[in-house]
Each structure stands twice: as C-alpha cells, then as structure tokens.
C-alpha cells in the first residue's frame, strides 16, 4: 500500500535552518507529484510547497525564497530545506501524494521554531 514517512524535524532557533524528507513507497515514485503541507496548533492544514513529476515547483508566498523542494527519484524522496526559518514556521509538516484519485498523507514531523 502507499506509505509517506515524513522525519527531519525539531527544534531550532530563529534564523536556523532545517530538511525534511518524505520517503515514499507503494507508488511509482517518478511520475508522482507530492506536496508539502503543515499545520500549526488551532489552524488549518495549509498548502507550503509542491513539485511534479518533471521537477517543476512550486512554493506559497509565506515561504518563497526560503524553503526550496527537492526529489531524488533513486531513493523515493522528497525534500523540503528550510532556511531562514521563523517562529510562525512552527508546525507539523505533512506530505502528501495522489494515487488512484486518492490523498495519501504522512504521519507528519514537527518543527519547532524558537525566537
């Protein structure tokens, strides 16, 4: 079955800089496309950066020109580097693919941003 497993969260100060992976298994990785999405505690799940099948990517203003999404299609992975990272980065992060016209999340990874 489709499996993401998200890891590489933590705790870090402001201004730090942290990588997330989202491994993923039971699909056909390299025509996936997989997004990464957080939450923070009492908001909604929001949308924070996408990348096709192809490469191409996509990022919310929130987080333009800090974080960059990655793929590694030898190792089933995708990649979220976070860089100049804030206190509202605080969340859990979650990835999530489509397969067979349905979602499939992670267990998610937090990220602790301390100012």
């Known amino acids: 079955q489709v499996q993401l497993v998200e890891s590489g969260g933590g705790l870090v100060q402001a201004g730090g800089s942290l990588r997330l992976s989202c491994a993923a298994s039971g699909i056909t990785f390299s025509i996936a496309a997989i997004g990464w999405y957080r939450q923070a505690p009492g908001k909604q799940r929001g949308w924070v950066a996408g990348i096709s099948s192809g490469g191409s990517t996509n990022y919310a203003d929130s987080v333009k020109g800090r974080f960059t999404i990655s793929r590694d299609n030898a190792k089933n992975t995708v990649y979220l580097q976070m860089n100049s990272l804030k206190p509202e980065d605080t969340a859990v992060y979650f990835c999530?693919?489509?397969?067979?016209?349905?979602?499939?999340w992670g267990q998610g990874t937090q990220v602790t941003v301390s100012s």
């Open positions: 999530k693919t489509t397969s067979g016209w349905k979602d499939y």
